[in-house]
């Protein structure tokens, strides 16, 4: 059973929500943080606009399973939560549906500028349409595939042969009062009873109801909604018929019988029908009866359309195409895939030539198009000028972390927790990782240098027991930051256990050390590895284990090219369950110039965010990474 | 039977004919051009010039909450994480202090000023239109910077610092500009909402703990490293750039926005339950 079905805007107002179950509201909250916002999971898993649920992957959070689909140009996302456990293969169907028949209805409401106000209560009554149809469809057959509309009036029209399109109701109706007694024994036959054994036989009054008028609905409703037509009846039934019904309606002879009432009663109906829609007699069923076919006839249109392709003649054509050319001056213009085709490709060619990897590129190219598509362009703006705004924005989006770091409160906090929390003081323990060469230790010394600056107390920790001359390249480091900073008031040890140890059980120790002697910082260092080495790499969950760093940093060199993206997803994968990158330090940017590619490359790789660049070889050469100035660089064209 | 170029021919002829419906449908066409295009441009280009409100805060606030409540004037809907920014239109009474719930009915008297309410993104990813909006809009009156102040004990950093880059950014805006005309004042409202919930602190603590949180954010960042991108050169001249409030002063209080011509208020209210209007007021103030 569904748990929850929402429809929400992205400004984040839900327009309507239907709810069978307690679900906690951070489920949908944690859903748009991941897929909208940060697009976690994948290269474009993101929001793909008009794209069927069952194309979206469904998002799973514990326990519940989240399937949605999202209309861009009005902004709206559709989605239904249920529990994993329930394999519910029609919650694909009932959201695309209801999408369909949201945006037909309400659709007008939503482009509204500047309210929030959709009077969309009475959606209410059409949820429940297709909750039951979808519901019925699966409880009587037990197939997986939910019967659609569309396929039953094609039967019918099959069935009738030259019909004109009607809505399907009407059609059948009509169909019924031409031909009625001849055409109804055959009918009836060739249905396959699905009577609603599932729906309740409650009482005998509605079975008697039931059966004469499912001899005439029974050709368009079989495979749909079984569990309805009972009790959608049994109100007329008791009203006119009392006797002699036969709850037998498989058989000949039977039907016969019952043919003349069923065409005295098709016609009683049609002019009811065709007086009133939905009043007086029986009201609450013509009601009914009216919302099944508007349904029917939105989902019809709605892929009627899809399926035909707009032609229009060659002055039509031509028109278009000086229109589009005065739109392109003038602006105004909507935004097709065509024309943003060939633009899109010189940025992302563009990008490429700043040291972009190619898999980060298309993935900015597509999540731009998919933002541009439909967007009409503003006063004097070119398409070029458009596109440069939203890879901005794009960019932008993309570089900046969910949450800003502040590396000297962070430390603040662990070493000196404030009196209400029941933390203890200890050291705030930071390690580096990276591949062969990149300037792991170098950056080390550099931070280490900067926190030297406020006056911490730091012990580094020689953690690549592996390389010649690694110790000895640290001490040499931690010598020169001692000179440095005897002014400053900065403290810096050094903590080594030589060459051939553990690294892991090097760091724990070194931990130890530093919380009984009242260290404020450990920055530790390791050896380089190269990330697609798995004997290598398999040290780090044990590293990770044993230090319990409060921030693993990886360094990345800018000058790396598209190894950047399988470096950084290797690296943020080998700490083991739970654990992932804190952070990039970027180095050597100070050697690319405007080709700062790498740092989307591997942002694009993990989703986590660049802390540091390093801009040259001395010890303040460090700084906090600038998203604004990452963009203007990326977007620099000279 | 001419042929159709013969008759492109004749059609040009006639056209190039001094007459009088050449004339008249050339003058037609010279006099209407420039106004359709015109039409064609300011269509696209809604010209707004209302006055405007930001609803600034982290995520979870209730920023759209308070959207939805003031719009719809009986209660708050439900709300998810926003994406993207919404504003609404919604009048205030000029010469009479009315509470929200009658101001938004069509019938409510007194004198109306229509404004705008601007709820943005509180996402850490989605800031920039908040940031933005700050600096560049125009008719921009006053600032929300919404906040929950029942789970303020753990997001006190994260709030303290997105509330840092909005105060900076206003003082910015105006130390920034160099001519002798100060930019208007843009007052700051700091909501702290959900004072329903049992562990909400009320207004004066969460003053506190904002003031003392932000000196030390203040400091933090006064030692911090520089951002990539700011040279060297830079560094000299603006030495006072980043530092919130008056310079070297050892404790931060919000009473130090005033020498940037910022007021910054503090009010605790519940959209839940409905207690805004102190909120209304403080907004109704300054349009």
Known sequence: MLDTFEILTTSGVVLWSR???????????????????????????????????????????????????????????????????????????????????????????????????????????????????????????????????????????????????????????????????????????????????????????????????????????????????????????????????????????????????????????????????????????????????????????????????????????????????FRNVVGGKTLTKEDLAKPMDGMKEHLIKKNVAPEAAVRLRDSVEKELLGVKTGSFESIDTRIKKAMEVCLTKMLTPTSSLDLLRDIELVTRPSGFSSQKARPYVMS???????????????????????????????????????????????????????????????????????????????????????????????????????????????????????????????????????????????????????????????????????????????????LFVGVGQHYSDIRNFSVRWAVEKLLNSS | MPTPMEQLIEYIEYILTPSTPVFVVGALIVVLVPIIVHIFVTQSTPYTSLPSVVLVGPPGAGKTALLTLLERGDAAISTHTSQVPQSIELTVSVDQHLSFREAVKDDAPGEHKKFLLVDTPGHGKLRNFAMDSLVAREGLKGIVFMLDAATLDENLAATANYLYEVLLALQKRVSSVKTSKTPSAINVLIAANKSDLFTALPATLVKSNLEAELGRIRKSRSKGLLASGVGIDDVDNGENDDWLGEYGSEKFTFGQMQEFNLEVDIVGGSVTEGKVDKWWHWVSERL
Not at chain 1, 124 to 140: C, I, M, N, P
Not at chain 1, 575 to 603: A, Y
Request: net charge negative.
């Open chain 1, 19 to 325: 709810s069978y179950a307690q679900v906690s509201p951070s489920i949908i909250n944690n859903f748009i943080t991941d897929v909208f916002i940060e697009e976690k999971g994948g290269a474009i898993a993101g929001a793909k606009n008009n794209q069927s649920a069952a194309q979206n992957p469904p998002y799973k959070a514990d326990q519940h399973t989240l399937k949605w689909t999202f209309v861009k140009e009005l902004g709206i996302i559709f989605v239904a939560v249920y529990r994993s456990l329930l394999h519910l293969s029609w919650v694909d169907k009932l959201v695309d549906n209801l999408k369909t028949i949201f945006v037909d209805l309400y659709g007008d409401q939503l482009k509204k500028p500047n309210t929030t106000l959709v009077h969309c209560h009475k959606f209410d009554g059409y949820f429940d349409q297709q909750l039951r149809e979808l519901e019925s469809t699966t409880a009587t057959k037990g197939a997986p595939a939910p019967a659609f509309a569309l396929e039953t009036d094609e039967t019918i029209s099959g069935n009738l042969g030259d019909e004109p399109p009607f809505p399907p109701g009407l059609k059948h109706r009509s169909a019924k009062t031409q031909d009625g007694a001849h055409d109804l024994p055959s009918t009836v036959e060739s249905t396959p009873i699905a009577t609603p054994t599932s729906s309740r036989p409650s009482t005998p009054g509605d079975a008697e109801g039931f059966c004469p008028y499912v001899i005439g609905r029974r050709v368009f409703r079989q495979e749909k909604k079984a569990p309805k037509k009972g009790r959608k009846w049994d109100a007329d039934g008791f009203a006119d018929e009392e006797d002699d019904v036969q709850l037998d309606y498989s058989a000949a002879p039977n039907s016969i019988t019952s043919d003349s009432e069923v065409e005295g009663r098709s016609t009683v109906i049609d002019s009811v029908d065709s007086s009133t829609w939905g009043t007086k007699t029986s009201k609450g069923q013509f009601v009914l009866r009216d919302l099944d076919d508007e349904v029917h006839d939105i989902l019809a249109s709605a892929q009627s359309k899809s399926s035909t392709t707009t032609k229009s003649g060659l002055v039509g054509s031509g028109l278009s195409t000086i229109n589009s050319l």
């Open chain 1, 432 to 610: 580096i990782v990276g591949v062969n060469g990149v300037g792991k230790s170098t950056n080390l010394s550099k931070i280490c240098y900067f926190l030297l600056q406020n006056k911490m107390r730091v012990l580094v920790v020689a953690g690549d027991t592996f390389r010649s001359g690694a110790v000895e390249q640290l001490k040499v480091h931690v010598r020169n930051l001692k000179e440095l900073t005897e002014r400053e008031g900065g403290q810096v040890e050094i903590f080594e256990k030589g060459y051939g140890g553990d690294a892991a059980t090097v760091a724990r120790d070194a931990v130890r050390s530093a919380t009984s002697e009242g260290y404020d910082v450990v920055l530790i260092d390791t050896a380089g590895r190269r990330h697609n080495d798995q004997r290598l790499m398999s040290n780090l969950e044990k590293f990770a284990k044993l230090a319990n760093p409060d921030k693993i940093l990886m360094v990345g060199e800018a000058l790396v090219g598209n190894d950047s993206v399988a470096q950084a997803r290797n690296f943020n994968a080998s700490f083991g369950q739970g654990r992932t990158l804190d952070g990039f330090i970027i180095s050597k940017c100070d050697t690319v110039g405007d080709m700062v590619g790498t740092l989307v490359s591997i942002v694009h790789a993990t989703n986590v965010p660049v």
